[in-house]
């Protein structure tokens, strides 16, 4: 009885090793997917924060665009000073001009004079 009873104690303990490991197959595999579950949730994340977030590449591209825009209101500017400052320049120093301003601009004429207007 007693080789009988050895031989079903250990059958017995062969059975509960390969219970243990499908169990611990089980948990790997468990394991494996939570891991990668995780990963693929951390990537989804990145991708949002990276894009779309306050300041991913959306963000940027926006922002690149309004810079593009305020440089060339700038550039307009510029070039509304320059003309305005040949402007003040010639009312300075030609003193037709100022004349000549206020007759085309103004109709203005000298009290001598008689002022025609076409209409077109």
Not at 6 to 33: D, G, H, P, Q, W
Request: one cysteine or more; charged letters at 25%.
């Amino acid at each position: 009885m007693n080789s009988i009873d050895c031989l079903l104690r250990y059958a017995a303990f062969i059975a509960r090793v390969k219970i243990l490991k499908k169990e611990s197959n089980k948990m790997i595999i468990t394991k494996r997917l939570l891991v990668q579950f995780f990963l693929i949730l951390e990537i989804v994340f990145l991708v949002k924060v990276y894009v779309f977030g306050n300041q991913g590449v959306l963000y940027l591209m926006d922002k690149n665009n309004q810079n593009k825009k305020l440089v060339s209101l700038i550039q307009h500017k510029k070039e509304t000073l320059i003309n305005l400052e040949q402007e003040i320049e010639a009312w300075q120093t030609i003193p037709f001009y100022k004349e000549e301003w206020a007759r085309e601009k103004l109709q203005m004429a000298r009290s001598c004079e008689q002022v025609y207007v076409i209409a077109e």
